[in-house]
């Protein structure tokens, strides 16, 4: 009877503390959010002093008794349990450590002693509910010590086919309301995969095309964005996240082509009888820094995003290759091989003040400015028979290795908010998608089938 | 009688070889008794640069004009030249190559060939883009300073995407590392 008033009480507490919010999943993007007011900091769940808050994350409970439901209450909290883990500032308690904890079938409250015994400091609990042709999943965050909820949200009109989509969502608002941070759960990878083994047309020679795909950022729904049947190289998004600019072979030069992939359109930039090779967007969207030989050499150009006003930035009978932008976009590094081998250089945006910024190294390419406030260079380095990625503080002036000599490892791409790493690498066999932290720890592979390469990171 | 079909079979050996211009007898005919080598056969040939090449199977002109573009391309008479590690340079032997390549250029005025620049796995996939590209433009520099028209000839880059050999290892490499001729219309 104690035990019920005590639950009872806390049910009301926690009512009082439940905001509803009737919203739709949002889009796969959005605009970093304002820094956590004071009174979300206020509720932030705290571990032990010097320690993370451990999190454990139950399967959420099934509220209409059908497999679908079931599978999905099951699903969301896989996936939630693993987008808390990816940031790293949760201590995540493993799942099937508390699978006979909580029986209660309802999100009103926990068996909180339980939930202490076990050590965690916050629990998720969820349910969810189909409604005609959509779930609506509702989500409690638990401060086990405080005895309160420190968030609630519902979901309505949630995808039956993408569940994982509202887990992602769920991810980023703990982080965002618990650590002030900006979650990466609801972003995309885009790369190129030869997995789908067709051959490429207009050609005698056996060659596989090579395709644009995106993948969550945990590579789950990998999908097919071209079906042109010849090589695509470097993808990379645009700022809003809604495009993906790469270099398709489908005339006789491949040209720069913008793939609209929300809309399902795509627009051609460059038609010249010339090449034109690795599109970067400037951070404001406005222009892309690309390569081209149309001068007769391997240079830097830049031109506005419809394809006009074509400029060039570095003019050196060596080859100039692979920009990127500064987070200014005042700055572009590239890969010169005027010094006699490939090394990251710098420049400003308009061409001038040309510098090296790689010196110890043999062979350094595809530099990867970090998004703000990191101030640094990613890019891959030659490290006896293969490469490794080194991260370069533009600042600091100081190098640091996170790879670590297994396999090659190519094509560094950071996360929106600079704190992982997507890579290509052979350390599996085939080539393949990797991400890791900007550290080297929490290393994960996100594709598995055929080879996969040029890795990109949504915004 | 014996002495007069000698003469004759010497008559028609001379005017084709005369006819051909080629340094070397084809490979794949009968041989018949060799004529007795004389300094009139080799003295009239011109000097060496502009020699023309015997093309790798010796069909005549108008069955090499006969094929299809894949034909041409599956067993073509344009060969490959390739290149060191990490370089674009067109050694002497290359050279020699594109010369031959030149040669066959020179036979077919309409051709429009596209070179493609190829490099092997072992540098990055983004600078093999470029390097792909100097090679390329490296090979096509040497066929217009050998007389083809710049118009005929277009370069494009495969960085390391399409190896000839899928192996990891050297001699894979070295076939990787290449300029490629593809005839793309005549």
């Given at each position: 009877?104690k035990?019920?008033?005590?639950?009872?009480?806390?049910?009301?507490?926690?009512?009082a503390?439940?905001?509803?919010?009737?919203?739709?999943?949002?889009?796969?993007?959005?605009?970093?959010?304002?820094?956590?007011?004071?009174?979300?900091i206020?509720?932030a769940i705290?571990?032990?002093?010097?320690?993370?808050?451990?999190?454990?994350?139950?399967?959420?409970?099934?509220?209409?008794s059908?497999?679908?439901?079931?599978?999905?209450?099951?699903?969301?909290?896989?996936?939630?349990w693993?987008?808390?883990?990816?940031?790293?500032?949760?201590?995540?308690?493993p799942?099937?450590?508390?699978k006979?904890?909580?029986?209660?079938?309802?999100?009103?409250?926990i068996?909180?002693?339980?939930?202490?015994?076990?050590?965690?400091?916050?629990?998720?609990?969820?349910?969810?509910?189909k409604?005609?042709?959509?779930?609506?999943?509702e989500?409690?965050?638990?401060?086990?010590?405080?005895?309160?909820?420190?968030?609630?949200?519902?979901?309505?009109?949630?995808?039956?086919?993408?569940?994982?989509?509202?887990?992602?969502?769920?991810?980023?608002?703990?982080?965002?309301?618990?650590?002030?941070?900006?979650?990466?759960a609801?972003?995309?990878?885009?790369?190129?995969?030869?997995r789908?083994?067709?051959?490429?047309?207009?050609?005698v020679?056996t060659?596989?095309?090579?395709e644009?795909?995106?993948?969550d950022?945990?590579?789950?729904?990998?999908?097919?964005?071209?079906?042109?049947?010849?090589?695509?190289?470097?993808?990379?998004?645009?700022p809003?996240?809604?495009?993906?600019?790469?270099?398709?072979?489908?005339?006789?030069?491949?040209?720069i082509?913008?793939?609209?992939?929300?809309?399902g359109?795509?627009?051609?930039?460059?038609?010249?009888?010339?090449?034109?090779?690795?599109?970067?967007?400037?951070?404001?969207?406005?222009?892309?820094?690309?390569?081209?030989?149309?001068?007769?050499?391997?240079?830097?150009?830049?031109?506005?995003?419809?394809?006009?006003?074509?400029?060039?930035?570095?003019?050196?009978?060596?080859?100039?290759?692979?920009?990127?932008?500064?987070?200014?976009?005042?700055?572009?590094?590239?890969?010169?091989?005027?010094?006699?081998?490939?090394?990251?250089?710098?420049?400003?945006?308009?061409?001038?003040?040309?510098?090296?910024?790689?010196?110890?190294?043999?062979?350094?390419?595809?530099?990867?400015?970090?998004p703000?406030?990191?101030?640094?260079?990613?890019?891959?380095?030659?490290?006896?028979?293969?490469?490794?990625?080194?991260?370069?503080?533009v600042?600091a002036g100081t190098?640091a290795?996170?790879?670590?000599g297994?396999?090659?490892?190519?094509?560094?791409?950071?996360?929106?908010?600079?704190?992982?790493?997507?890579?290509?690498s052979?350390?599996?066999?085939?080539?393949?998608?990797?991400?890791?932290?900007?550290?080297?720890k929490?290393?994960?592979?996100?594709?598995?089938s055929?080879?996969?390469?040029?890795p990109n990171?949504?915004? | 009688?014996?002495?007069r079909?000698l003469?004759?079979?010497?008559?028609?050996?001379l005017?084709g070889a005369?006819?051909?211009?080629?340094?070397?007898?084809?490979?794949?005919?009968p041989?018949?008794?060799?004529?007795?080598?004389?300094?009139?056969?080799?003295?009239?040939?011109?000097?060496?640069?502009?020699?023309?090449p015997?093309?790798?199977?010796?069909l005549?002109?108008?069955?090499?004009?006969?094929?299809?573009?894949?034909?041409?391309?599956r067993?073509?008479?344009?060969?490959p030249?390739?290149f060191?590690?990490?370089?674009?340079d067109?050694?002497?032997?290359?050279?020699?190559?594109?010369?031959?390549?030149?040669?066959?250029?020179?036979?077919?005025?309409?051709?429009?060939?596209t070179?493609?620049?190829?490099?092997?796995e072992?540098?990055?996939?983004?600078?093999?883009?470029?390097?792909?590209?100097?090679?390329?433009?490296?090979?096509?520099?040497y066929?217009?300073s050998?007389?083809?028209?710049?118009?005929?000839?277009?370069?494009?880059s495969?960085?390391?995407?399409?190896?000839?050999?899928?192996?990891?290892?050297?001699?894979?490499?070295?076939?990787?590392?290449?300029a490629?001729?593809?005839i793309?219309?005549?």
């Amino acid at each position: 009877m104690k035990k019920l008033g005590q639950i009872l009480f806390t049910a009301a507490s926690a009512l009082a503390a439940f905001s509803i919010v009737g919203a739709q999943t949002p889009p796969a993007t959005q605009e970093p959010s304002a820094p956590s007011s004071p009174t979300e900091i206020s509720v932030a769940i705290r571990g032990e002093v010097g320690a993370p808050p451990h999190y454990a994350v139950p399967d959420f409970i099934a509220l209409t008794s059908d497999k679908e439901t079931a599978e999905a209450a099951k699903l969301i909290a896989e996936v939630l349990w693993a987008d808390l883990s990816f940031e790293r500032e949760y201590d995540m308690i493993p799942r099937d450590t508390y699978k006979t904890i909580d029986q209660l079938n309802t999100t009103e409250t926990i068996a909180f002693d339980r939930w202490r015994e076990l050590g965690a400091d916050g629990v998720v609990k969820g349910s969810v509910r189909k409604t005609g042709n959509t779930f609506q999943v509702e989500m409690r965050l638990f401060n086990v010590r405080a005895r309160s909820v420190a968030l609630g949200r519902m979901y309505d009109n949630v995808s039956l086919r993408n569940p994982r989509a509202v887990a992602h969502t769920i991810s980023d608002e703990i982080h965002q309301t618990q650590s002030g941070l900006r979650g990466v759960a609801r972003t995309k990878l885009t790369f190129i995969s030869d997995r789908d083994n067709e051959r490429v047309v207009d050609t005698v020679e056996t060659r596989t095309g090579k395709e644009v795909y995106v993948a969550d950022y945990d590579g789950a729904n990998q999908m097919r964005v071209t079906s042109n049947r010849r090589l695509n190289v470097t993808p990379s998004w645009s700022p809003d996240s809604r495009t993906i600019a790469y270099s398709s072979y489908t005339r006789i030069h491949p040209q720069i082509i913008l793939s609209n992939v929300y809309q399902g359109t795509r627009e051609t930039l460059t038609d010249e009888k010339s090449s034109a090779f690795m599109p970067v967007f400037s951070p404001d969207g406005s222009r892309i820094a690309f390569m081209s030989q149309r001068d007769g050499n391997p240079e830097i150009y830049v031109m506005n995003r419809d394809g006009s006003g074509v400029r060039r930035l570095t003019n050196h009978s060596s080859a100039d290759s692979t920009p990127t932008w500064s987070p200014a976009g005042t700055q572009i590094a590239f890969t010169s091989d005027r010094s006699g081998s490939p090394q990251i250089w710098v420049m400003d945006a308009d061409g001038l003040n040309v510098r090296r910024i790689t010196f110890g190294e043999s062979w350094a390419d595809r530099a990867t400015w970090s998004p703000a406030p990191f101030n640094q260079i990613a890019y891959s380095a030659r490290s006896g028979p293969g490469f490794d990625i080194r991260i370069y503080d533009v600042a600091a002036g100081t190098t640091a290795t996170i790879t670590d000599g297994v396999g090659t490892n190519e094509s560094p791409a950071f996360s929106p908010t600079g704190r992982h790493i997507a890579f290509s690498s052979s350390r599996s066999g085939k080539v393949q998608i990797f991400t890791m932290a900007r550290d080297g720890k929490n290393l994960r592979q996100v594709t598995r089938s055929g080879n996969n390469t040029f890795p990109n990171w949504s915004r | 009688m014996n002495l007069r079909s000698l003469i004759c079979i010497c008559a028609v050996l001379l005017i084709g070889a005369a006819g051909c211009r080629r340094s070397q007898p084809p490979v794949a005919r009968p041989t018949p008794p060799a004529p007795p080598p004389t300094a009139t056969t080799r003295a009239p040939e011109p000097p060496e640069p502009m020699r023309e090449p015997m093309p790798p199977e010796p069909l005549p002109s108008d069955e090499v004009a006969a094929r299809s573009l894949d034909d041409l391309n599956r067993d073509s008479p344009l060969r490959p030249v390739f290149f060191e590690y990490d370089s674009s340079d067109v050694n002497d032997t290359s050279r020699t190559t594109l010369q031959a390549n030149a040669a066959v250029l020179k036979k077919y005025p309409s051709w429009v060939i596209t070179i493609e620049g190829h490099c092997d796995e072992r540098g990055t996939a983004e600078y093999n883009l470029a390097l792909g590209e100097r090679r390329a433009v490296a090979a096509r520099q040497y066929l217009i300073s050998l007389g083809i028209d710049a118009n005929r000839l277009r370069t494009v880059s495969y960085g390391s995407e399409f190896p000839f050999d899928p192996a990891h290892q050297e001699s894979a490499w070295s076939r990787n590392r290449r300029a490629h001729f593809v005839i793309t219309s005549k």
